[in-house]
């Protein structure tokens, strides 16, 4: 799984470099994939037939990436749509590595956008970071939702409650779940040992989403801006490292490898 998310935070940053107003979603897509097949890797996403919490297409997801913009928070499929100037482009990506999966995403600012909605891709990402601290042997996955609701409430965002995080290993999705909310309950203890996805939805309005006619494209009903981030922890005796990340640890408490 280090491999697989390593490659995954590879692709993430090869996106980042090519990113620019006028390259097309399909051309970003085509680029991650080359980039994992030749590290001999499979991408995660492409054939993926969905279900549950994670999508509900049609048929079998047709590209490697998920590229969502602006109003769209998760599962946008690539086309030959350009990047314009001011966009929220958010990218999903996944990989396979002798049969075990690494996911990651980030939301991408394109140019110059409002202070509003820097703000909200901002804090997306320290909601994140907030929820892989929790992630401490002993805590509980409600720690995690927890703490990311409660970002999202300083803000006054809507948090996406229909998508949520997911355990992750030999399957891209796994149990547990792990909700970016308080679900009630404490939920299930957290051990060394165990693999999670975490990843945050926030908007600018509400948290109800709908799916748009390809079957896979989520998107706010009231059409506020979405932001999304997510990614691969492992969980040891020592608290959570990130197995997506080739940068520095960005929270106490957490350890990127």
């Not at 799984?1 to 051309?27: C, D, K, N, W, Y």
């Not at 994992?36 to 037939?49: N, Q």
């Not at 079998?60 to 482009?89: K, M, N, T, Y």
């Not at 803000?155 to 999705?173: E, L, N």
Request: charged letters at 20%.
């Amino acid at each position: 799984m280090r491999r697989a998310g390593r490659l995954v935070a590879e692709v993430l940053a090869l996106v980042e470099s090519e990113l620019r107003p006028g390259i097309t979603t399909g051309e970003l897509d085509r680029l991650a994939e080359r980039h994992l097949r030749a590290a001999g890797a499979t991408p995660s996403f492409k054939g993926y037939l969905g279900g549950g919490h994670y999508g509900r297409g049609p048929g079998a997801f047709p590209a490697s990436l998920c590229i969502s913009i602006d109003d769209q928070v998760v599962h946008g499929i690539p086309s030959e749509r350009d990047i314009q100037e001011g966009q929220l482009v958010s990218v999903d990506a996944g990989a396979i590595v002798d049969g075990w999966h690494g996911d990651a995403a980030r939301t991408f600012v394109v140019g110059p956008v409002s202070a509003e909605a820097r703000e909200l891709v901002d804090t997306t990402r320290l909601a994140l970071m907030a929820g892989i601290a929790a992630a401490q042997p002993g805590s509980r996955i409600g720690d995690i939702g927890a703490a990311i609701e409660d970002i999202a409430m300083e803000k006054g965002y809507g948090i996406v409650r229909q998508f949520v995080g997911h355990g992750i290993g030999t399957s891209m999705h796994e149990e547990p779940q792990v909700p970016n909310f308080r679900s009630g309950n404490g939920g299930r203890r957290i051990e060394a040992g165990m693999c999670l996805a975490i990843e945050p939805m926030f908007t600018l309005g509400g948290d109800a989403v709908g799916v748009e006619a390809d079957g896979w494209t989520v998107v706010t009903r009231d059409g506020s801006l979405a932001a999304h981030f997510e990614h691969t922890i492992a969980i040891t005796e020592g608290g959570p490292e990130i197995l997506t990340s080739v940068g520095s640890p960005l929270v106490a408490g957490s350890r990127s490898i």
